[in-house]
């Protein structure tokens, strides 16, 4: 079988991307406890102005800002203020009334003097300095105003935006539907993990690997198992995943060659090819077809090739899927600390570590045993750097793209 032409990886997200993007999402209505991580399928508007009336910022006395005019001025305490529990009667010029942190600020006073800027007579309270209006005090819809937007459309929920969202008066939220994705690895080399291997027989890595990857995604995993290098059991499965899943994550048989029987499967289901290898490394012999609404994903059997596919390709895509807006790879600008040689005409994607010298410089440098199959260099790297697609090599002191690993953020 003839190479196919390769695809510049901006160019294949691109394409895929706006695929995923007609493709249609499912909603439904979940409670606001088990929210997170879901994706937002509308705009959400407070209902409710928070907080909903002013209130004391700090522990200490409600008082008019216009008596600490006069040095060390002496109110009486009238009464007193918790949170849930107002004051109320009616505060007057030279009165105070202890109140505490959250509680409703009564009308009338309009600045919270702190304790400590205070001396607490019992009854009565002594001003040790001057304050201006509004002085901690937390302002009826400072935190979040009625009908202003808290979360919207396309939004991955995080436990702040939980408690937001409850706050502003909801306890049910609509959120799309999780994605299915069922995973398989193929090859008749490929043995379950922690069976015994014979010669040339690798224990699976691929389907862990992905598993992890999909977790901090919106997904339910379906285990597919390992499937043989048959082209009518891959047949099989492609069938059983389409029917069953959103999407379809196939590692190995991705290549062109004699055992490689992935494209003819999916030709015979009748899923439209989009593109097959990639102009990146590693990663290249990847595929990635469609039918109807279903994605097929077809990574390179080399671990490291399809750990780095799945960051750079298909989270994004995922993302758009799930009804999220894609992320953009985090990437920072930094010299290379090595020296590389490559081809140009494909982007390298190596594992990187960032290191600083002794005068507080940070530069990166290659990690690992080289190698798509090393996965080795995948653990305790922080990162990948990316050497672009015309370069012919680097050389210490090279600007590059270093794109961080999730793990390695806060």
């Known amino acids: 079988?003839?190479?196919?032409?390769?695809?510049?990886?901006?160019?294949?997200?691109?394409?895929?991307?706006?695929?995923?993007?007609?493709?249609?999402?499912?909603?439904?209505?979940?409670?606001?406890?088990?929210?997170?991580?879901?994706?937002?399928?509308?705009?959400?508007?407070?209902?409710?102005?928070?907080?909903?009336q002013d209130n004391a910022a700090v522990d200490g006395f409600a008082v008019f800002s216009e008596q600490m005019a006069k040095s060390y001025f002496t109110a009486e305490i009238i009464g007193m203020a918790r949170a849930g529990h107002p004051f109320e009667g009616e505060v007057k010029f030279?009165?105070?009334?202890?109140?505490?942190?959250?509680?409703?600020?009564?009308?009338?006073?309009?600045?919270?003097?702190?304790?400590?800027?205070?001396?607490?007579?019992?009854?009565?309270?002594?001003?040790?300095?001057?304050?201006?209006?509004?002085?901690?005090?937390?302002?009826?819809?400072?935190?979040?105003?009625?009908?202003?937007?808290?979360?919207?459309?396309?939004?991955?929920?995080?436990?702040?935006?939980?408690?937001?969202i409850a706050a502003a008066g909801f306890s049910k939220v609509n959120v799309f539907r999780?994605?299915?994705?069922?995973?398989?690895?193929?090859?008749?080399?490929?043995m379950e993990m922690g069976s015994k291997i014979k010669g040339g027989q690798i224990h699976d890595s691929n389907r862990p690997i992905l598993s992890g990857l999909l977790s901090s995604e919106n997904v339910d995993v379906i285990d597919g198992g390992i499937i043989p290098d048959n082209e009518q059991a891959l047949i099989n499965a492609y069938n059983e995943g389409i029917k069953k899943a959103d999407v379809i994550i196939s590692s190995g048989g991705a290549s062109d060659g004699i055992e490689d029987h992935t494209q003819k499967a999916l030709s015979a289901i009748g899923a439209k090819n989009l593109f097959w290898r990639l102009a990146m490394k590693p990663g290249r012999p990847m595929s990635v077809s469609q039918k109807k609404?279903?994605?097929?994903?077809?990574?390179?059997?080399?671990?490291?090739?399809?750990?780095?596919?799945?960051?750079?390709?298909?989270?994004?895509?995922?993302?758009?899927l799930s009804g999220r807006k894609p992320r953009e790879p985090m990437t920072f600008r930094i010299k290379a600390g090595f020296q590389h040689k490559k081809q140009p005409g494909r982007t390298e994607y190596l594992r990187a570590v960032i290191q600083i010298d002794n005068a507080g410089h940070q530069h990166i440098l290659l990690h690992g045993r080289k190698g798509a199959g090393v996965i080795s260099s995948l653990t305790g790297a922080h990162g990948l750097v990316e050497i672009p697609f015309e370069s012919k090599g680097v050389e210490l002191g090279d600007i590059l793209n270093f794109i961080p690993f999730q793990e390695q953020v806060l």
């Open 94 to 164: 030279g009165q105070a009334i202890r109140i505490y942190t959250g509680a409703v600020v009564p009308k009338g006073p309009d600045v919270v003097i702190m304790h400590e800027d205070c001396i607490d007579k019992g009854d009565q309270v002594i001003f040790k300095k001057k304050l201006k209006p509004g002085t901690n005090i937390r302002s009826c819809g400072e935190n979040l105003a009625k009908g202003e937007c808290v979360v919207q459309k396309g939004q991955k929920i995080t436990p702040s935006d939980m408690g937001q």
């Open 178 to 190: 999780l994605l299915k994705v069922v995973i398989y690895s193929t090859g008749d080399e490929v």
């Open 1 to 52: 079988m003839a190479h196919p032409t390769t695809t510049k990886l901006e160019d294949a997200k691109s394409l895929i991307l706006k695929y995923a993007s007609q493709v249609t999402k499912d909603v439904e209505t979940i409670p606001i406890m088990q929210a997170h991580g879901r994706i937002v399928s509308e705009d959400i508007f407070s209902e409710i102005n928070l907080p909903t």
């Open 293 to 320: 609404e279903k994605i097929v994903f077809c990574l390179p059997g080399n671990p490291v090739a399809a750990f780095v596919c799945f960051k750079l390709l298909i989270a994004p895509v995922m993302d758009v």
